[in-house]
């Protein structure tokens, strides 16, 4: 059975030393006797919600490798101590864990880190951005996941094209176009796309996939990523006006090319980093 990794205690008489990062923190202090042993100094919980705060900053310790999987998170009462939180907070943000898969809870042995390959897909927002950095190399896999998606959907939606899907795309062209309209309302254009092509398949299982990646690249960490990087979503409009001439005029196979096209671009302008190369953030480039 692992030891209970141990994040040492905030006590209030104390003065927390200044430090860019709570990390450090944790690197920087020496290791003392086990009657006052020390934690990772996590913050106090802003949120009005306090579990969802302490259940934030435990995930990111899990994604940051801080507890590897089979580490013993410390018990609810070190954690309230250090998060400043009574233990219902602590008992709730464990459950918070739990639901997303980051670890297993057993009566009378604690919350246990699970692989993170075992994770609820719920957590990969977060695995892409948290702490203020862009991770492009998780980036990276996600595209090779969700491009090929994006290219078998779009094959069947181009097949089975009507002429009123038209002007809904069209309609979503004009205002990812839009350089005078907010970043955020452009991305969701382009990322409604992906609905308009699913409901063009006429196939429910692609329509049930595209609304729950829509759903996910609605999360919050990926929106915060997006304006980190600030990729125009304007760059894809020249790919989308010779895919919509091409379905208009009832070409087919220069419409899946400029599809493609769209695929590569997305590719190219967000992963750009090798594989291996993580919490990059690229947001100046």
């Not at 009574?86 to 919350?111: C, F, M």
Request: hydrophobic share 40%.
């Amino acid at each position: 059975m692992p030891p209970a990794t141990t994040v040492g205690v905030f006590r209030s008489d104390r003065k927390r030393p200044a430090v860019d990062n709570w990390l450090d923190h944790w690197i920087r202090r020496p290791i003392v006797t086990a009657a006052s042993r020390t934690v990772l100094p996590f913050q106090p919980p802003r949120r009005r919600r306090l579990h969802q705060d302490v259940a934030e900053q435990l995930r990111d310790a899990i994604l940051d490798g801080r507890f590897a999987p089979g580490d013993r998170l410390p018990p609810e009462r070190e954690l309230a101590e250090e998060f400043q939180v009574n233990r219902t907070s602590v008992r709730e943000a464990i459950k918070v864990l739990e639901g997303l898969g980051l670890v297993s809870v057993r009566q009378g042995d604690g919350a246990t880190v699970q692989p993170l390959i075992d994770a609820s897909f719920d957590v990969l927002p977060a695995m892409i951005f948290r702490g203020g950095r862009v991770d492009l190399a998780m980036l990276g896999e996600l595209n090779e996941v969700i491009g090929p998606l994006l290219l078998e959907m779009g094959r069947l939606a181009i097949e089975r094209c009507r002429p009123h899907d038209l002007d809904e795309l069209r309609r979503l062209r004009a205002i990812f176009a839009d350089a005078s309209r907010e970043h955020e309302e452009r991305a969701r254009a382009l990322h409604d796309v992906l609905v308009v092509l699913s409901d063009m398949t006429g196939n429910r299982v692609w329509q049930m996939l595209a609304r729950r990646t829509h759903a996910f690249l609605q999360a919050q960490p990926l929106r915060e990523a997006r304006g980190r990087m600030r990729r125009d979503p304007g760059r894809l409009a020249p790919a989308m006006d010779a895919a919509l001439a091409a379905l208009e005029h009832g070409r087919k196979k220069d419409a899946l090319a400029a599809l493609e096209q769209i695929i590569r671009t997305v590719g190219d302008t967000t992963v750009a980093a090798p594989r291996g190369r993580k919490n990059d953030d690229r947001s100046n480039a």
